[in-house]
């Protein structure tokens, strides 16, 4: 909804989560290096240390025990950014797991589904890597050895703990990042970024200036500064950044976080006269950003497609289906598990295929009883004992169909942070406009603020103040498109502005999703 580097109240909420404070330098400003350096290692230190006490508290409980599933879930509750910990023996077998998902879990072998042999070692161990070959969503994984044989493993999801460390991020044109000494992105402002690898992804290709202070001065210097040249925020145009950089260690392994700054872009915008209005090539841009989803909506409606004639041609158990489920997840950037759920609720068929043979019912939801006769449908799913962004799931459901009878469902799932990670690609959209994507019920499934991905603009304190609760309550939710303005914190301000917004609703698979961009232009002379 906006774009901005600071909220108060969700610092402020973030801090006292954590318990930790922030660090001012000596004449009393922000210094949002040393606030996250500071902040980031006593995060990387508690991690550790949880970890740790688990391995001593349950390490050697029995596979599955009642005792330490509700040790593991108190402390997956600790943390927004936990996606997942488990406990395995000493040859990676999983004994516990921090989630309703336990018992189809308890007993898979880790190093035969690759999770990954840097964490089976005999020393903590901290790496980012994508879920597996073909999903290349990034997880930040972290691993404690037990004494006695085994592992405690945390699946930390980046996204998640991006959002956290963004709300330290200071000041106007700041940005606020973490990569290990591979050169390698743990948390960058551009969700699509994170994972990526600074020295060897094609998309850094051209920026030499960015790889060669990378490889020669930050992975070889614990502290420092530079300048370089790379795209500004937002857009593909490059601007020369100057960056300042610090080291926290984390798991026996440094990671080097940094500042860095760029340029400002046009003129701030002010709370004195009126708004302009969008000019008709401002509109255009809202039409592009509709098309852009839409294309993506088509693909996985094509692909399922493709599963469904599979299905029906040569049968729920053949390899043609088997790779059909397989293409969904592998071929669309957005769709991750997907699942074939029979008219029992039971998963027969599935990518990855060690999700075979499990009930639906773990994401509480029963597939047969909600479906909308034959007609495709979305539904938000819960797999986890808490509910954060890292885990909230929209479920894209088409009913498979043969001889006149449904069969059962392709189950796509498609993760918050994973669509918000791709829908980051509107930001090179037009320039000083923020895009936002909500569905029916308000949740934001896309905003160019991170922090926001996951609340819901219907509901959430943040969103129920002034001329932006009449915005929201009286235009934006009743109407399916319109114009119109509200006052709201500005980017990288800590002031309420003015902003123009306008916004339309996309229809898919017989949901609404609205599309909002707004601007906080300067008002026209």
């Not at 000596?26 to 970890?51: F, H, R, V, W």
């Not at 962004?389 to 918050?416: M, N, S, W």
Request: with cysteine.
């Amino acid at each position: 909804m906006m774009k901005r580097k600071l909220l108060p109240l969700l610092l402020v909420l973030a801090l006292l989560l954590s318990g930790c404070t922030t660090t001012n330098s000596s004449n009393g400003n922000p210094d949002p290096l040393s606030d996250g350096t500071t902040t980031l290692q006593k995060e990387m230190d508690a991690i550790q240390t949880m970890l740790e006490e688990i391995g001593t508290s349950v390490g050697q409980s029995p596979a599955g025990d009642e005792k330490a599933y509700s040790l593991l879930n108190e402390e997956l509750n600790s943390k927004p950014y936990f996606f997942d910990i488990l406990v395995t023996d000493a040859d990676s077998n999983v004994t516990q797991v921090a989630t309703k998902m336990d018992s189809p879990f308890i007993g898979l072998n880790l190093k035969s589904i690759n999770r990954h042999p840097e964490l089976f070692v005999d020393t903590p161990a901290m790496i980012i890597k994508p879920h597996t070959t073909t999903d290349d969503t990034p997880y930040l994984y972290a691993s404690v050895p037990l004494k006695n044989g085994g592992w405690v493993i945390a699946y930390i999801d980046p996204y998640s703990f991006g959002a956290e460390l963004s709300n330290l991020t200071l000041g106007q044109n700041l940005d606020l990042g973490v990569i290990d000494t591979n050169g390698t992105n743990v948390y960058t402002s551009n969700m699509t970024e994170i994972g990526k690898n600074i020295l060897t992804d094609p998309i850094y290709s051209s920026f030499v200036e960015l790889q060669t202070l990378i490889k020669n001065k930050m992975i070889p210097n614990a502290q420092g500064e530079g300048t370089y040249t790379y795209n500004a925020a937002g857009t593909n145009e490059p601007v020369q950044k100057q960056v300042k950089w610090d080291t926290v260690n984390a798991f026996g392994s440094d990671l080097r976080i940094y500042v860095n700054s760029e340029p400002g872009a046009g003129e701030p915008a002010t709370t004195d006269g009126d708004l302009r209005q969008f000019t008709d090539e401002e509109l255009s841009w809202l039409d592009t950003a509709s098309t852009f989803i839409y294309d993506e909506f088509t693909t996985l409606e094509t692909l399922t497609k493709t599963a469904v004639t599979a299905y029906q041609q040569s049968g729920e158990n053949s390899e043609a289906f088997s790779s059909a489920l397989a293409a969904i997840s592998k071929d669309s950037p957005i769709a991750k598990n997907v699942a074939f759920v029979n008219n029992e609720n039971m998963i027969t068929n599935a990518y990855p295929i060690y999700f075979k043979g499990i009930s639906f019912d773990l994401y509480d939801q029963n597939i047969p009883a909600i479906s909308q006769n034959k007609q495709p449908f979305i539904t938000e799913l819960t797999f986890a004992d808490h509910p954060s962004p890292a885990t909230q799931l929209l479920a894209f459901v088409t009913p498979v169909e043969k001889d006149g009878q449904i069969a059962g469902y392709i189950v796509a799932q498609v993760r918050l942070y994973d669509f918000a990670a791709y829908l980051t690609n509107l930001e090179n959209i037009g320039e000083n406009v923020n895009f936002m994507l909500t569905n029916n019920d308000g949740t934001i499934l896309y905003d160019g603020d991170l922090t926001e991905v996951g609340m819901n603009t219907f509901e959430d304190d943040l969103y129920s103040e002034g001329t932006l609760s009449d915005y929201i309550h009286n235009e934006y939710k009743p109407n399916r498109e319109g114009q119109s303005e509200y006052e709201f914190y500005g980017a990288g301000m800590t002031e309420i502005i003015p902003k123009q917004v306008v916004w339309k609703t996309m229809t898919f698979m017989w949901n609404d999703f609205k599309l909002s961009m707004n601007s906080e232009w300067k008002p026209a002379e």
